[in-house]
């Protein structure tokens, strides 16, 4: 019995499809009816409720789609996928009733379904998914291998965190050994020191650029020439009258002379080209210029600069204090990568092994899918083997590639059911579509054989135009036009004995049923019967 189900597919207001409702049972299930009637669409659905493209075109989407998917696991717990169309135009989705989104969708159904054929849904579209296949059929267990890588991501991890490796912290160290050394070089005195300087600097440059200025007032004030001010000053005090009326005013401006002749002294002094030395100035201004250069390199100020001192002396003391364990993980580390080393080197053997196996087993498949002069091999690189591919050359001499990109969709359905009869997995659901593409007659056989073979060992659902392959189905689903008063509506149901016999009889015949066409659609079925019979007996 297989771990997953699809039990329940319901489409409404899918293009002709108005409303389906298929209830797929274990085995083989097939989906039959006239060309138009709505086949596709069904499997369109199908690849909405598993967050497939929402082309409308692509879909007949119409304002009122609905579509959902019941699948049933192992354990007899249910999983509800649906989309419908809303009121504005766009597909909303939902999982077991609660509101989602595609990629949800797409989530869930990785593991439940597998779309096979169609290249936007091909299940072998990733490379990671090629490799779990062939691991799968090899049976190779990377368990030891990722374990130890594992191990080696968490010791790295803490080396980086202790500095690196012994090169890496070296080289760490000699950086912040160079930025305290330049730091501490400087003798920063303060967060504050920066300010001063530049204080002190505009205050001597001031005076420096001052120096000829003074000079004129002072030679204005009180120079040689009769016609300084302070002389003139002098002279008009000594013109005052005598007498006791005029003595206020003669001590006021005496005492006005006094502190102007005063403050002249005072000028003398910022005057003298002596009194500020160039190599103050010099000095101040090369200190300015390194306080700027560290501040602008450690955070924008002296204090940032400090505190990255501070910082870089912690650093400098762990890095130091931490040198015995981070030389112990560097050990650690180089014996876990010989480690990886060898079980990779096995890993890319054994899948070596494992590829060349498959591809003569898929091989031996080909001629049954009716690809008898394709080409296919599974090729394996990388250090481990994990990166693998398929590819695929439809016919001699044609240049081999990518199977995805090589293979129309019939050929590619019939490769994947290739792959299935030597790889089948009972924990998804497998859908073929295309897979009777350009084919029929014993060929058409053939694939019904395999399908129902595949069958065996996990659900399948396939729809098709051929007889041979309806017949091998365990369940037969039809689809049938109907005009209803000028509007094409269609219905979908199961059908078994007559019923089926008819229908088996349609697709080989067309509408003209005949007896003949009856008994041979008859003698089909129970031919598929007694294989399976057979192939119960035979496991």
């Known amino acids: 019995m297989p771990k997953v189900q699809l039990v329940e597919l319901y489409a409404h207001g899918l293009g002709v499809v108005d409303d389906a409702h298929l209830e797929f049972g274990p085995g083989f299930n097939v989906i039959t009816g006239e060309t ?9 659905a199908l690849g909405l409720c598993v967050g497939a493209d929402t082309s409308a075109s692509r879909y007949a989407l119409t304002s009122d789609t609905r579509a959902v998917a019941v699948f049933v696991r192992e354990d007899a717990s249910e999983l509800a996928l649906a989309r419908e169309m809303t009121g504005t135009g766009r597909l909303r989705s939902s999982l077991n009733g609660t509101p989602s989104s595609a990629e949800a969708l797409r989530a869930a159904s990785e593991e439940l379904i597998v779309i096979q054929g169609q290249h936007d849904s091909l299940s072998l579209r990733s490379r990671a998914e090629t490799l779990s296949l062939l691991d799968g059929s090899g049976a190779i267990d990377t368990t ?19 500095g690196g490796d012994g090169g890496s912290r070296q080289r760490e160290l000699d950086f912040l050994a160079f930025q305290l050394d330049e730091l501490e070089g400087a003798s920063i005195r303060s967060a504050g020191e920066l300010g001063d300087v530049l204080e002190e600097l505009t205050r001597l440059t001031t005076l420096r650029d001052g120096q000829a200025a003074v000079a004129d007032v002072l030679n204005l004030f009180d120079g040689d020439e009769d016609g300084a001010v302070l002389a003139q000053f002098a002279r008009a005090l000594e013109r005052l009258p005598e007498g006791s009326a005029f003595d206020g005013a003669r001590h006021a401006l005496r005492g006005a002379l006094v502190q102007a002749r005063e403050a002249m002294y005072e000028l003398a ?41 501070d910082e870089f002396r912690r650093e400098v003391d762990r890095l130091s204090g931490d040198a015995e364990d981070a030389a112990s993980l560097d050990q650690s580390i180089r014996e876990l990568e010989v480690r990886e080393l060898a079980l990779a080197q096995r890993a890319r053997a054994e899948r070596e092994m494992a590829a060349a196996k498959l591809t003569r087993a898929i091989r031996r498949q080909l001629a049954r899918v009716a690809l008898p002069h394709a080409a ?23 240049p081999e590639g990518p199977l995805s990109q090589l ?52 659900q399948v659902l396939a729809v098709t135009h051929l007889a041979s392959v309806a017949a091998r189905a365990d369940h037969h689903f039809v689809i049938e036009k109907v005009i209803d008063r000028g509007v094409t509506r269609t219905n979908v149901h199961a059908v078994s ?35 399976r019979q057979e192939a119960d007996l035979s496991r």
């Open 36 to 44: 138009g009637a709505g086949k596709t669409l069904l499997l369109g």
């Open 144 to 162: 030891d291998l990722d374990g130890v890588r594992r191990e080696l991501r968490e010791a790295r991890r803490h080396r980086d965190a202790l």
């Open 269 to 309: 002094a910022f005057g003298d080209p002596d009194a500020i030395e160039p190599s103050t100035i010099e000095t101040l201004e090369v200190r300015a210029g390194q306080l700027q250069r560290l501040a602008r390199k450690y955070g924008g100020t002296l204090e940032t600069a400090l505190a990255a001192a």
């Open 376 to 398: 296919l091999r599974f090729t394996v690189g990388g250090e481990d083997g994990s990166d693998v591919q398929i590819v695929f050359a439809p016919n001699p001499g044609l």
């Open 407 to 458: 293979a129309s969709g019939g050929e590619l359905s019939r490769v994947l059911l290739a792959i299935s009869l030597e790889t089948s997995n009972d924990g998804v659901v497998s859908v073929y579509d295309e897979v009777d593409a350009g084919i029929g007659g014993q060929v058409a056989q053939q694939i019904g054989e395999c399908l129902s073979e595949v069958g065996r060992r996990q």
């Open 497 to 531: 004995n007559d019923d089926r016999v008819r229908e088996i009889a349609r697709m080989l015949v067309g509408d003209g049923i005949t007896p003949e066409s009856k008994a041979l659609a008859q003698q089909l079925l129970e031919n598929s019967i007694e294989v």
